[in-house]
């Protein structure tokens, strides 16, 4: 969910609703839920199904990406008015990226910056950005190889740095084929920051968080010491350090984004593990 300016918190379920494929609703600090919008109301589901994310806009309205629906199947983006009111502004096709289903983060530019984790031609994946109106531009199309150095497959949003670019990461690809974290321009430059390596720590699915010392933090789904996932710092210039080796009993396989409070320590979960093999919730202490 996203607290608003409204003060009430707004969100969507994946599934539910009327249709069953998911709802848009608001809900109140006192506790009174009010269902929006129910997906897949629209014939053939140009409308969308499946939503994942909603972020607010400067504009005061809500928008998002669905994986699923659209005129061709393959996702689309929306725009959801506070009053509940929905408009499709723009249906995916192969072209320019596939099923996404990422967060989205506005830009300095009044845009909005996302990932694809399919399509763009014959690539794995892309970067674009979008207007509030549904004008799509790509940024970057990942390549389809499994060893590009670009990496493949960004699973995870993108998230606006201190600097005025994007940081994100690829769950597979780069050079060592466990994924990388990379740095895209406003313009679509992209520079890979780090490679993970198969053998090490690899899969990062969660997406970054800039922490208040300018660094980046994330986790991995898979490798590390005990093969169950890790915690990372990246500096902005690319330099990376293992905070934490998840061991099974603290959990594992983490695949959300972290978040950090005003003090440093940085919260999450895994999906796996802990005592009854179903995942945790973690804190880790300030880096020092």
Not at 131 to 151: M, Q
Not at 244 to 254: C, E, L, V, Y
Not at 255 to 271: R, S
């Amino acid at each position: 969910m996203v607290q608003a300016n409204d003060g009430n918190f707004y969100g969507v379920t994946t599934n539910g609703g009327v249709q069953g494929k998911g709802t848009a609703f608001r809900f109140t600090p006192s506790g009174t839920l009010t269902t929006l919008y129910s997906f897949c109301a629209q014939t053939h589901c140009t409308d969308g199904e499946s939503p994942a994310y909603l972020m607010q806009a400067s504009d005061g309205n809500f928008y998002g990406v669905n994986p699923v629906g659209g005129v061709h199947y393959i996702g689309d983006f929306y725009r959801l008015k506070p009053n509940g009111t929905m408009t499709v502004l723009y249906s995916f096709d192969t072209v320019n990226g596939k099923l996404p289903y990422a967060a989205l983060v506005q830009g300095p530019d009044g845009q909005l910056y996302g990932t694809a984790p399919s399509g763009g031609g014959a690539s794995d994946g892309t970067a674009f950005k979008i207007t509030l109106g549904g004008t799509l531009t790509s940024l970057h199309n990942f390549c389809v190889s499994w060893d590009c150095g670009d990496g493949a497959k960004p699973q995870a949003g993108l998230v606006l740095g201190s600097d005025g670019n994007f940081y994100g990461t690829t769950s597979e690809g780069g050079s060592g084929t466990g994924g990388t974290v990379f740095k895209i321009t406003p313009g679509g430059t992209l520079t890979t920051l780090h490679a993970f390596i198969l053998s090490d720590s690899y899969k990062p699915t969660g997406g970054l968080v800039q922490g208040i010392d300018g660094n980046f933090y994330g986790t991995t789904y898979s490798g590390g010491a005990n093969a169950d996932g890790t915690i990372f710092e990246l500096t902005p210039s690319g330099t990376l350090i293992t905070l934490h080796s998840f061991t099974g009993a603290d959990g594992s396989n983490p695949t959300v984004k972290l978040i950090q409070d005003a003090g440093g320590y940085l919260y999450g979960t895994t999906y796996t593990g802990g005592a009854n093999g179903d995942g945790t919730v973690f804190s880790l202490s300030p880096p020092q």
